[in-house]
């Protein structure tokens, strides 16, 4: 009578040392990442089970590559660097390889690195903010591929994010600058379409007007690219208005840095003449003179667990889960209360 050998997976392996199936698999692949207590374990259950790894096998029945994709809007300043290092850091400690790519904040080059890297294999895809066409999140789920937002929380959203709540941080913000006493404010944003975190913090700005009794319209906006040349254009404008503004948030500590140089080439004292506020906490913020008031992102957390996240999901399918950090103002040398003159 012939019997059925059945052949040993991952699982029981797993099981028959008591550890998890991430810990087998980095056992295998890296062993050098794991203790000599753990491996001695996972390789005695391995000879027990008779369990053999068949890596080319895997790829093609379960798709799996151990990648997964990072798509960021820029790489041209280190808005993102600190979470990315982060992602991929953790990415390895799973066995994970990490491929990233560069949007430059357009969309449809977006939906064509997404579809180019799920066509080259990836196992999941890191995204940045909730906002895109709806076709490519049909796309991914057709594929089978798992995504996760990062840079962005919203608890109204149905897809999975590890993220912050951009209005809610910068309203965090805001509010401490209208409570020095300051009326005419001006914001140095990122393009608003397509990209939700810009927006968010531009709502921020004005829910904290709101609050304040006073009048949303009374905002100055400027919509320009990331970058500390295109922040200190900005700046100049603003500052060449008939009706100067007291206090500039800036999207980010890029812009912030940019306002702060062309402040410095105009003359025009920070904060005793006007307030520059940034976005994100980098260390460019700390370095720059006077050292930078902004919102503190945890970028490494950010990274560390979206990368715990995905890498669960791919080895043992846990479902992706909503996770909110939370960020904080950072008071330094560019804000103060407005002037009396």
């Known amino acids: ?89 953790e990415l390895r400690q799973h066995g994970f390889t990490m491929l990233v790519a560069s949007t430059s904040y357009s969309a449809d080059i977006e939906a064509e690195q997404i579809r180019a890297l799920v066509g080259r294999g990836a196992d999941a895809l890191l995204l940045i903010g909730h906002d895109r066409d709806p076709d490519i999140y049909e796309f991914l789920e057709t594929q089978g591929v798992p995504s996760l937002v990062t840079w962005a929380f919203d608890p109204n959203e149905t897809r999975p994010s590890v993220g912050f709540d951009n209005r809610a941080a910068m309203q965090s913000m805001a509010t401490e600058v209208l409570r020095l006493g300051h009326k005419k404010v001006a914001l140095i944003s990122a393009m608003t379409a397509r990209n939700d975190r810009a927006l968010e913090r531009c709502k921020g700005i004005q829910d904290a007007m709101v609050l304040a009794g006073q009048p949303t319209e009374d905002l100055k906006i400027i919509e320009t690219p990331y970058g500390i040349e295109e922040g200190a254009d900005a700046f100049k404008l603003l500052m060449q208005a008939p009706e100067k503004p007291t206090a500039v948030f800036c999207g980010n500590d890029v812009l912030a840095v940019g306002a702060l140089r062309q402040a410095r080439d105009m003359g025009i004292r920070v904060p005793d003449d006007v307030s520059i506020i940034g976005f994100d906490d980098i260390e460019l913020a700390q370095i720059a003179y006077p050292p930078l008031t902004t919102v503190h992102v945890p970028h490494r957390e950010m990274g560390q667990r979206a990368a715990i996240a995905l890498a669960a999901m791919v080895t043992d399918g846990v479902p992706l889960k909503s996770i909110e950090l939370s960020t904080h103002p950072v008071f330094r040398g560019t804000l103060g209360p407005v002037c009396a003159k």
């Open 1 to 89: 009578m012939n019997k059925t050998r059945i052949t040993p997976t991952l699982h029981d392996v797993a099981a028959k040392a008591g550890v998890s199936t991430a810990t087998v698999s980095r056992c295998l692949n890296f062993p050098d990442r794991v203790t000599e207590r753990t491996r001695n374990k996972v390789m005695a259950a391995v000879k027990v089970l008779g369990y053999s790894p068949n890596f080319g096998a895997k790829v093609m029945a379960a798709r799996r590559t151990n990648t997964i994709g990072a798509i960021i809007p820029t790489m041209e300043n280190a808005i993102f660097a600190r979470g990315l290092q982060a992602f991929q850091e």
